[in-house]
């Protein structure tokens, strides 16, 4: 916890009690609704009911049948993302977008991943300023100046779709919107360092330098993750330069990258919920996320938002 006396964590040079101290109220947990169902037509994944994922030895390069149906649920999960950044605005509570969410999902005819995953209670992560990621939807409204991530993961034709993006609510300080947007840089750096016949750890030095040259931290708690008919397989992508990880990226491999990037540390601490990850000293975090595919020549990103015809496009 940044102490009154110290700079404050938006970089502005002040003291952080004449600061952002008085300004960023750090976040409380608030109150969880109850369950929301699934309507049982809809196949779910085999953690459902018991909360348990059974784990198995998945193969990382996929079938064509499989990366197919990866095509359709990662199309799906960034749609469901366009739609929940959408809604969010000063005064509309985390928990109003998960009900939402969750009644897309159920639109696109799959099955929220999180809901009941090792137990989480929602449909969506919605991590707010402090929170690194897994912070679960509850009664407090968003709150002009907040940053929010919205992470979307959809069940869908036996596969998982995994996606999310930090969205900015009414006017945001410069600190914070230069840090979402170096994020957003962190993960396309991360994109573009996956080429078959690379090692793993490339894409986390691409992570970590581009972070450190803005002078921000890594966490290193949380990492990517092999993805599929499994939500997490055990293959782990770490956000920075790991000099073990010399395994090969081959094609075929589908994985997530998900930069999470602290303007201070970027070291956590979990709520009593034993699920939000916030940071130790209570500085803001950004967070972005795709699921990829890995191709003959580099990467297809399953997870991209739908390209919008430029106006006066013949296309249909
Ligand atoms: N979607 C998250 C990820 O990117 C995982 C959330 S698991 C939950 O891997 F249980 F916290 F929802
Ligand atoms: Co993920
Ligand atoms: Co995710």
Known sequence: MLKANDPCWCGSGKKFKRCHRDRTEQLRPGTISPA????????????????EPHRWAEPRVK??????????????????????????????????????????YID?????????????????????????????????????????????????????GDTNATFLVGDVDAASRQLVEVTRQCLEHGIEAVKPGRPFNEIGRAIETHAHAHGYEVVR????????????????????????????????????????????????????????????DGSRTAQFEHTVLVTDTGVEVLTAPAVVPAQGSTAS
């Open 36 to 51: 929301r169902s699934v309507p049982p037509e809809i196949p779910r994944p085999d953690y459902a009911e018991s909360g």
């Open 63 to 104: 079938s064509p049948d499989v990366i197919r149906r990866m095509r359709t649920a990662g199309r799906a999960a960034a749609e469901i993302l366009e739609l929940g950044g959408a809604m969010a605005a000063p005064g509309v509570t985390t928990d109003e977008i998960d009900a939402a969410v969750h009644q897309a």
């Open 108 to 160: 696109h005819g799959g099955y929220p991943s999180t809901l009941n995953y090792r137990g989480y209670p929602k449909s969506l992560c919605t991590s707010v300023n402090e929170v690194i990621c897994h912070g679960i939807p509850d009664d407090r409204a968003l709150r002009d100046g907040d940053i929010v991530n919205l992470d979307v993961t959809i069940f869908l034709d036996g596969v998982h």
């Open 221 to 280: 708690a949380f990492v990517g993750h092999g993805i599929g008919e499994q939500f997490h397989t055990d293959l782990q992508i770490p956000h920075y330069f790991e000099p073990r990880f010399t395994t090969v990226i081959e094609p075929g491999m589908v994985f997530t990258i998900e930069p999470m990037i602290s303007i201070g540390t970027g070291n956590h601490r979990i709520w009593d919920d034993d699920w939000t990850a916030v940071t130790a």
